[in-house]
């Protein structure tokens, strides 16, 4: 079947090597924000969340930056496998309402051996 | 961890028919939410529900309706399918502010 990632700039990296996923997001009143990891065939699956009083916090081999003040979100992933080959999207959430979030167009990441 | 399950993964239904795409989740989460997945343009939001006979429309709710008789089951039907809603549908609930996603179900419609 068609690939999700067909039409996204691809981020392609050596293994080994550190990864970087920008986002920028479109809502200054967004207060959480979230990554997403998707490979093909799957749904998306949570990797790492942030809320806006925040400007970093770091997961298992990943960190999440925030930049509010250009609203700008990055994904970095450290000593990146071939696992994590996948398409990444980035959710902002605004506070209130229900519960809804807004996704970005997403990355594909492609790890080379 | 929590569940979400989507009936199908793969399902092929012709010009007309009534689709029924089926999601469970198995956490007592109040909010479910429906997204088509297609090349471009990202998840977009269909409908989503935050209670039991809830429901609210998404971004793109022309051509879909859905139906929540239960807390853990959220079902998007089309009316009469038509070529320009094959896509990735994805199915996903939440308690707080992070999203569960299903496995998604492939509609194509010939």
């Known amino acids: 079947g068609e690939s999700v990632g067909l039409h996204l700039p691809t981020l392609s990296v050596q293994e080994g090597d550190n990864s970087i996923i920008n986002c920028a997001y479109s809502?200054?009143?967004?207060?959480?924000f979230i990554w997403y990891k998707q490979e093909s065939g799957k749904g998306p699956q949570f990797i790492i969340d942030i809320r806006s009083n925040m400007d970093k916090r770091q997961g298992q081999r990943v960190t999440v930056l925030l930049n509010k003040t250009v609203k700008h979100l990055s994904l970095q992933i450290a000593a990146t496998q071939p696992g994590d080959s996948a398409v990444y999207f980035c959710a902002e959430n605004l506070s209130g309402g229900y519960n809804k979030l807004i996704f970005g167009a997403g990355t594909r990441l492609a790890v080379h051996p | 961890d929590v569940k979400v399950t989507q009936s199908s993964r793969y399902l092929v239904k012709r010009t007309g028919e009534k689709v029924f795409l089926e999601c469970v989740q198995d956490?007592?989460?109040?909010?479910m939410f429906w997204y088509r997945q297609d090349p471009g343009l990202g998840l977009r939001l269909i409908y989503f529900?935050?209670?039991?006979?809830?429901?609210e429309k998404g971004d793109i709710p022309e051509g879909y309706s859905v139906s929540r008789e239960k807390k853990e089951r959220f079902s998007l039907i089309l009316e009469s399918a038509s070529t320009n809603q094959t896509s990735m549908y994805l199915c996903?609930?939440?308690?707080?502010?992070?999203?569960?996603f299903g496995s998604g179900t492939r509609l194509t419609v010939v």
């Open positions: 956490m007592d989460h109040e909010n």
């Open positions: 996903a609930s939440s308690l707080d502010r992070g999203y569960t």
């Open positions: 809502n200054s009143a967004s207060d959480y």
């Open positions: 529900s935050y209670d039991v006979k809830m429901k």
